[in-house]
């Protein structure tokens, strides 16, 4: 029958919309006047604001930062995908209500972003066996950031990113 050459068809188009968004994140992340923590954080929202209206799961975005903070290069890339990543795997396998994405000063001197589901959670041994959760620790290694993942079954998932930016 003519189904298989439909799924093709759409597999292409879905990597062609990947590539493309791909491409617009990394042509966002390399613009000098992205490379500031509120600007990251708005870039990740608006990923998060789109994809989750898809599944009526209510995503809701916090910054309590206030002031200008320059980033280093290379930084917001990183610090982009590993949010992505996390917010695909919540709305793909999470079964959440509520996802929240927060953005704060740390006790010490550093900042803490975070994505917070209460979906389903996962058990330590998926956290090591899963592909993403892999990727996004090497990206967190990159820019010397702290990750954390903390999951509790049937309570949901809170992803932390934790990191100090020295003064250039």
Known sequence: GNGAGHDLYTKVEDSAKYLYTGTRDFIWSI???NDELSKLFIHIRDFGEKLF??????FRAFNGVKEKIKL???FS???????????T???KSSQA???TLNLKRDDGNGFEMSLVDDGIGFST??????NGLQNIRE?????NAILRIHSVKNEGTTIVLNFTLNKT
């Open 72 to 74: 280093p290069y290379g």
């Open 97 to 99: 209500h509520n996802v």
């Open 53 to 58: 209206e898809e599944k009526n799961i209510n």
């Open 31 to 33: 613009d000098p006047v």
């Open 139 to 143: 990206r967190a290694n990159r820019i």
């Open 125 to 130: 041994d998926e956290i090591e066996k899963s």
């Open 89 to 91: 795997n919540a709305f």
């Open 77 to 87: 890339r990183e610090a982009n995908l590993i949010f992505k990543e996390a917010m």
